[in-house]
């Protein structure tokens, strides 16, 4: 791999950026694996080419983190020799990429049109006001984050929305009190779980 | 009886020989899968399970598990074999499968129906009866199966491979016809040959304009360089409009097979097929078919000994409306921001990279090998004078049978929603629907009889669009729709030209007025001037057909806008602000969620007992319509 100019290994290190983002508050670099931007470098040795590299390659960085933060821009943007208006003017061009961390849960509705004639808009309400957060945001338990998207496909089962990777459909208000109850509980086992994991993990040493 | 072969076991790369004996071992057992022959016991059953997006969804792939494990149990592995296929089209059905040669569909399958489904159908021989599709016709008659209309009445050309083959298999795809055409492009026919045949067959493009695809072809072909790029548009982004992905999804070769033979023709190596993000199941099935064919020699280098050279890549979008925009899709595969530009220069004279790029969408593409094989003739008797073939459409919304129907082109909206359709499921009457997504327009009911074809919706103020079909009984509101619609375009717009940018906000600020009781008369008149400003000065298809939903409701049901505006009174009970609210008194089961939800405290009641509703300190936000779980709250 070749060498590190010394404004890059600053930023890997310390999250430190050398500029345009710079004063951008809160810096969440210390909450990106370093492997992130080791992924960066061998995507980037792995594909030569031009400009046409960047949209895959966002992609394939927010598959990862779930999320785009300054730092990972500024990063591409080097990697790319693009500057990070051009990353940035990119990033929020386009819905699919988001610059906030996103919940454990992300909740997808649709607003297709079937379900939006199927009573969609009853779903997002009844979500904003049972999580109190808007479209866009994120609890403060990081539990649950609330986009809606346009048409997942599942016009037969409207009105749909998708959490994480998996759909639910014939939605009302009483099921969706119902299904963030039990995701509510599923996290609460799972974080028991991985605590007493943790914990017969210890043991031993 | 053939069985299907691993595709390791494959020769790479495949002969014209290997072709014909991949099609001589599997053709039988394919041509099984369109036929039904009840009655008899066969050697060998299959029971095709749709691994559709929708049936995914309702985990159709433990369905299949499922069966595969019941099979086993029941050591009928040898005499039946279970087999995911694309989309069948009947996705309210999901999970569905079909028992071939039988011919019986047993819909919204779930492991104790798959019990019985192999007890006593694979292994008794006798079809279940009470699980077995049916629909009875308003004459009472009941039909099953394959006799139900929605099947029945459908001719496949684009779907022909959706719901029969295996799209993980090639093998089964070169034994459904497949690379049949392309072996005549590569070895029978000139290039000029192969444009004569699609200029003939009248095919127009599906993508939503309806432009000649005979003569886009010809002029990328005339078209002066020696780098040139065949693309793939599959952003379809129009919500409701799925029948791009079922392709994808069911039948990702065709798709691959057409660009193949466009490559022939105008003279490229490299295509792209720009997909959506939002359609992970088609990508994964686009990168395996891809995949597959430069296995057996398919694509790439000096395909079946041709000398002819193509390559396929696929780019994901991002979630940008307007990059199914022809320039904007572009700018967006060079890794750009998806704004469009002015034409002329077209993409066949300055596409990607500024060299000659012919762009179709998924389902154009798909309609190109049936076309060579059977010849421009067929596919020009099909249909009406200048709509030429079949449509594929999306059936969405307030209709019975949600899915994915293909039809002659001509065929009436009626005849689609009421007889394919099956009607409403509400039971109430049906209203209007809408085609062509956000840049389309409404179809009412009064009009259900006119013959759909590019110039009859034209003259609807609708467009064929892409082919979603959004259905709407007499609950939806007009204006509610057409604000809906312009609150898309406001969020898609990607700002370059004012007129979108501004016009549409506008508007959009307009309806919003009108929707919360506050609109007046002159609104109207200031939404058509709007709408013909767009219409005319912004710089793309998005910008200039996003006025379209208004301007065709205002045509249409201009009384609702007036009931909104003058007498503060929303028809179709659906604008909350010009609601007014009550409870039922047989449903009340005094659970409190409303008062609890009414931020004006508008509501009261005791516990357990019915509750009421103050209308003078009510203010209309619809709350408590949302918190009661009875359907007790009713506005009107």
Sequence with gaps: MNERTGVEERQRTTGELPGFFGTHEPLPADEIRPEVWDLIDQWVAAHPGGRERLIPLLHRVQEEIGYLPFPVQEYVAQQLALSPIEVYGVVSFYH??????????????????????????????AIESLLAIGIGDVTEDRLFSLEQVRCIGACGLAPAMMVNDEVHGHLTATEVRKLVRKLRARARRESAASAEEEASGDEPA | ???????????????????????????????????????????????????????????????????????????????????????????????????????????????????????????????????????????????????????????????????????????????ADGYRALEQVLFELEPDEVLTVIKRSGLRGRGGAGFPAGLKWQFVREAVGDVKYVVCNADEGDPGAFMDRSILEGDPLSVIEAMTIAGRVIGSRQGYIYVRAEYPLAIERLEGAIENAWRCGLLGPDILGSGHTFEVEIRIGAGAFVCGEETALMRSIEGQRGTPRPRPPFPAQRGLWNRPTLLNNVETWANVPPILLRGADWYAGIGTQRSKGTKVFALAGAVRNTGLVEVPMGVSLAE?????????????????????????????????????????????????????????????????????????????????????????????????????????????????????????????????????????????????????VVDRRCPAGQCKALLTYSISEELCNGCGLCAKACPSDAISGTIKHVHSVNQELCIHCGSCLTACPTGALVGH
């Design chain 2, 1 to 175: 009886m053939a069985t299907n072969l691993p595709d390791s076991a494959i020769p790479n790369p495949l002969t014209r020989t290997d072709l014909a004996a991949i099609r001589n071992a599997l053709s039988t057992q394919l041509a099984t899968r369109l036929e039904s022959r009840r009655g008899e016991t066969p050697v060998r059953r299959e029971v095709l399970v749709c691994a559709g997006g929708a049936c995914v969804s309702c985990h159709a792939d433990s369905v299949a598990q499922a069966l595969r494990d019941e099979v086993a149990g029941a050591g009928l592995q040898d005499a039946v074999r279970v087999v995911e296929v694309g989309c069948m089209g009947l996705c309210d059905a999901g999970p569905l499968a079909l028992v071939v040669p039988d011919g019986v569909y047993y819909p919204m399958l779930d492991p104790e129906k798959v019990q019985r489904v192999v007890s006593e159908h694979l292994a008794g021989n006798t079809p279940v009866a009470d699980l077995e599709l049916a629909w009875e016709t308003p004459e009472g008659k009941l039909l099953h199966s394959r006799e139900v209309p929605f099947f029945a009445r459908q001719q496949k050309i684009a779907l022909r491979n959706c719901g029969v083959i295996d799209p993980a298999s090639i093998e089964e795809y070169i034994a």
């Design chain 1, 96 to 125: 699919f990429f988001t610059t906030n961390p996103r919940g454990r849960y992300q909740l997808k509705v649709c607003m297709g049109t079937a379900c939006f004639v199927r009573q969609g808009q009853r779903v997002l309400e």
């Design chain 2, 416 to 564: 689609v929603v009421e007889e394919i359709g099956g009607g409403m499921r509400s039971g109430l009457p049906f209203k209007a629907a809408q085609s062509g997504g956000p840049s389309g327009g409404c179809i009412p009911a009064s009009a259900a009889d006119t013959p759909i074809d590019y110039e009859s919706l034209q003259e609807l103020g609708a467009i064929m669009g892409s082919g979603g079909l959004i259905v709407m009984d007499s609950s939806t509101c007009m204006v509610e729709l057409a604000r809906f619609f312009l609150e898309f375009v406001v969020d898609e717009s990607c700002g370059k030209c004012p007129p979108c940018r501004i016009g549409t906000r506008v508007m959009l600020n307009t309806l919003e007025e009108i929707t919360a009781g506050r609109g007046r008369l002159e609104d109207l008149d200031l939404l058509e001037s709007m709408a013909a400003h767009i219409k005319g000065t912004a710089l793309c298809g998005l910008g200039q057909t996003g006025p379209n939903p208004v301007l065709s409701t205002l045509r249409h049901f201009r009384e609702e806008y007036e009931a909104h």
